[in-house]
């Protein structure tokens, strides 16, 4: 009885060397994509903050208010505008 054996292997197939290269391109694209997506948000939250003053008191916020929607934070380049 004879035994099947796998003669279809290369080190150069998808599941060898080249499909561990793929997947690690793929990941690092992921990692500098999300890298840079982070940066540019930190960049623009940054330059663009929230002006807590209208807070004046937080004693006067209810828990399920529409009159909270006045004490909210306020975006510092839209209230000078």
Excluded: C, H
């Amino acid at each position: 009885m004879a035994t099947s054996e796998n003669t279809n292997r290369g080190v150069f197939t998808l599941s060898g060397v080249t499909g561990m290269l793929i997947a690690t391109v793929l990941l690092l694209a992921i990692l500098a994509v999300l890298t840079t997506w982070g940066i540019s948000v930190q960049q623009s939250s940054a330059s663009n903050y929230y002006n807590p003053a209208p807070i004046l008191d937080i004693n006067n916020l209810k828990a399920n208010s529409t009159d909270n929607a006045k004490f909210a934070f306020v975006d510092a380049e839209a209230k000078d505008k």
